[in-house]
């Protein structure tokens, strides 16, 4: 439930909480009854109850979440970005429809991490799929792409039998849209006979994705059981680092850890000194470990479930001088009020340092 919709909710329950302690205090054998006409001016109706509460509506709760991930930039220069597809995309492109409105010139730049369906899973119900207006370039990995294409056949126009109407009844016919296919590779991997077709420009891994003379963002490699790629987007002199889904690993010293920690030293080199970092941080290290339960779950080792430990991201926050920290993608077994006392902490803690860490909450908005 959106923001608005929330506080909306919040506004009827209010009004009916209201109306039941009048009606109570009221009929109380006639007691209160004289102050409640004063305090009222003898109307009882609901506009009446709602004026009233509104002398003492508070700040609504923070929501950490509910949809999946996805993340929007627009750009000083007028780009609009979208780094993941999640359930938070559905909402992310209404917005965008509303934003645009008749506009002629209607691109979209979405960039994909990797290919889990919760990365994913927004964006056949996402409302600018179904505008012919529209242009929706998609970049990311092979796999990224790949998992779009297998059941919606966006880039190569078609789907197997066995995919159309497994997950969703929609596909490519059914979303007029314009897609163009961008994939980022890494190393020597070629996207001949493994990819959709290839409708747009194709990219490498570390090097600039150059969207206009003033906006540019750079692909780099996180370590996560799928391939995974963060971004780091520059434009109008601000810097924001988009990574989700990666984990430093602890273990016992093996290959896994050491390219763990490339990938967290790759993390590190491009965020130093950043304006604002959105970070995977899932779990604390005792939970990680396997020592301490979240919520009501069992007390398990999450070791190679490819996110990090927030004591982790609280370092290299403050190591790095990153000056605005948003913590992802939180464990869904974790209870609104462990978030919120978590949250706070962070918060003043963060203050020492001279920086700012946070969990991340459903629809904030940052200016830079």
């Not at 996805?70 to 993941?84: H, K, P, R, Y």
């Not at 899932?282 to 479930?305: A, C, F, H, T």
């Amino acid at each position: 439930m959106r923001l608005g919709e929330r506080e909306s909710a919040r506004q009827v329950s209010d009004v009916q909480l209201l109306e039941r302690v009048m009606r109570f205090i009221g009929d109380k054998d006639g007691q209160g009854r004289s102050t409640l006409e004063k305090l009222l001016e003898n109307d009882f109706g609901k506009d009446a109850l709602r004026k009233f509460r509104d002398q003492f509506a508070g700040t609504p709760p923070v929501s950490y979440g509910g949809w999946t991930t996805c993340v929007q930039v627009e750009t000083a220069d007028g780009l609009d970005l979208v780094f993941d597809c999640g359930s938070g995309f559905r909402n992310c492109a209404a917005d965008l429809q509303k934003k645009w409105g008749d506009r002629k010139s209607r691109p979209v730049h979405i960039f994909g991490s990797h290919s889990h369906r919760d990365h994913t899973e927004g964006f056949d119900q996402a409302p600018v799929c179904f505008d012919p207006r529209n242009e929706i370039h998609i970049y990311g990995n092979r796999q990224f792409l790949f998992a779009l294409d297998d059941q919606l056949g966006i880039f190569s126009r078609r789907v197997s039998a066995d995919q159309l109407g497994v997950h969703t009844p929609l596909y490519f016919e059914l979303m007029p849209a314009q897609f163009a296919c961008h994939p980022i590779v890494i190393g020597k991997e070629s996207v001949d006979g493994l990819m959709p077709e290839v409708t747009g420009d194709v990219y490498a891994v570390e090097k600039p994705i150059v969207l206009s003379s003033d906006t540019r963002v750079i692909p780099f490699e996180l370590f996560h059981p799928a391939p995974c790629l963060g971004y780091r987007i520059e434009s109008g002199g601000a810097v924001f680092v988009f990574a989700t889904d990666h984990e430093l690993r602890h273990g016992d010293g093996d290959e896994r850890d050491l390219k763990s920690r490339e990938a967290e030293d790759r993390l590190r080199r491009h965020s130093e000194n950043v304006d604002v970092l959105y970070r995977d941080g899932q779990y604390m290290l005792p939970e990680y470990l396997g020592d301490k339960g979240i919520g009501d779950s069992v007390p398990i080792p999450r070791i190679d479930w490819g996110h990090s430990c927030i004591e982790d991201v609280q370092t290299m926050a403050h190591e790095c001088g990153v000056k605005h920290t948003l913590i992802g993608h939180h464990d869904p077994n974790r209870e609104w009020a462990e978030r919120q006392w978590m949250d706070t902490a962070m918060s003043r803690n963060s203050e020492n340092h001279g920086t700012k860490i946070e969990l991340a909450k459903a629809e904030t908005v940052i200016e830079l």
